[in-house]
């Protein structure tokens, strides 16, 4: 599971979500939404660089819901993470891989036809 909240984030940073959702929609209060803390009953994290990624991942799942929800269209899909990761390897190239912190380098996009 760490694994995962690390890879999550390393992603983007959640403050350029919040500004691609302001960009939108300039009447969105999801700077005001993002979470400030982790809500806690008990730790979660056993050492505060644990504690940082896991603020940070939180915040920007809670930024990448609020983009979701401030598109004209309404994703399909109910995944606002996999609707962002797929929406950044169309239109970027980008592909984000478990494997590694990051984007991976864009893909080459090899033009298809007859010979020349």
């Known amino acids: 599971m760490w694994r995962w909240v690390g890879w ?6 959640p403050a350029s979500v ?4 302001a960009r939108i929609d300039p009447a ?3 700077a005001d939404l993002v979470p400030r ?9 056993r050492s505060e660089a ?3 990624a896991l603020l940070r991942a939180l915040q ?11 598109q004209v269209h309404p994703p399909d899909d109910p995944s606002a993470l996999r609707f962002w990761l797929v ?11 478990l ?8 893909l080459e996009n090899r033009v298809r036809g007859p010979p020349v």
Do not use: N, W, Y
């Open 8 to 13: 999550v984030a390393e992603l983007d940073e």
């Open 18 to 21: 919040i500004a691609a959702t």
């Open 28 to 30: 969105t209060p999801a």
């Open 37 to 45: 803390e982790v809500p806690q009953g008990h730790p979660k994290a």
């Open 50 to 52: 644990r504690h940082h």
């Open 60 to 70: 920007l799942l809670v930024a990448l819901a609020l983009f979701a929800r401030a």
């Open 87 to 97: 929406a950044r390897l169309r239109v970027l190239g980008q592909l984000a891989l």
């Open 99 to 106: 494997t590694r912190p990051g984007f991976s380098p864009p």
